[in-house]
């Protein structure tokens, strides 16, 4: 099956410092998302973005198809930002279920 | 529409009972699935519908696992005769088919 691969597993910034985030995956995919897994667990949409740029405040994201990867930039990042974030993809014209990185844990001191 | 809703949100069984979640989708969503979470770890699979029909299963989906969605509304996963590795985050999703997927806020079981 796909491989989704996160990079870096774990980053520290102080508050106000930029970040990059990125998503290597192993095969052509017709979604992907990047989640943010809150305190209490749950995972928060910030991006549905299979391929191009978007952006949604301080954050956001370029998806290369091509090249099979994904970045997601947090800008002036703040304390609330801390936590882990995850990319997910659904292959071409294989199963439909989202498969996930093992993420990366940002925390964001003050 | 207030999102995926899961209950119980957090679910404390001894070692060998039973325990029923329930998963309540996004009215127009007509795909649900399911994964599991373990500390330190990204969501894994486990099974997804559509409507009604269950559509995969993963090999992690033990024969005391079992999932049902019999009217292409909400969903129910059922863990028989629960172990201690059992206990971990059960996550539900839903969503239209190809579009974006929006997860519940999850059931924390603990076997003990």
């Known amino acids: 099956g796909i491989q989704v691969e996160q990079s870096p597993p774990d980053l520290i910034l102080q508050e106000g410092a930029n970040s990059t985030l990125r998503c290597n995956f192993s095969?052509?995919?017709?979604?992907l998302q990047w989640f943010h897994q809150n305190p209490w667990g749950q995972l928060i949409n910030l991006f549905y973005?299979?391929?191009g740029t978007k952006q949604n405040g301080r954050l956001s994201a370029t998806t290369v198809a091509t090249e099979r990867y994904s970045l997601l930039y947090i800008s002036s990042s703040q304390t609330t930002d801390s936590g882990v974030y995850f990319c997910?993809?659904?292959?071409?014209?294989?199963?439909?279920?989202?498969?996930f990185g093992k993420g990366t844990k940002l925390t964001v001191n003050p | 529409d207030t999102g995926v809703s899961q209950n119980p949100r957090h679910k404390i069984t001894k070692r060998g009972q039973n325990v029923t979640f329930r998963c309540d989708p996004i009215s127009e969503h007509n795909r649900l699935y399911w994964y599991r979470q373990t500390l330190g770890q990204g969501p894994e699979f486990l099974t997804y519908?559509?409507?009604?029909?269950?559509?995969?299963k993963s090999r992690l989906l033990s024969d005391r696992f079992s999932a049902e969605r019999p009217k292409g509304s909400f969903s129910t996963l059922e863990i028989q005769r629960t172990e201690q590795g059992d206990s971990a985050m059960y996550l539900c999703?839903?969503?239209?088919?190809?579009?974006?997927?929006?997860f519940g806020q999850g059931t924390r079981l603990t076997v003990v």
């Open positions: 519908f559509q409507n009604e029909a269950q559509l995969e």
């Open positions: 997910a993809v659904i292959t071409q014209g294989g199963s439909e279920k989202l498969v």
């Open positions: 095969d052509s995919v017709n979604n």
């Open positions: 973005i299979p391929s």
């Open positions: 999703a839903s969503s239209l088919v190809g579009k974006e997927a929006f």
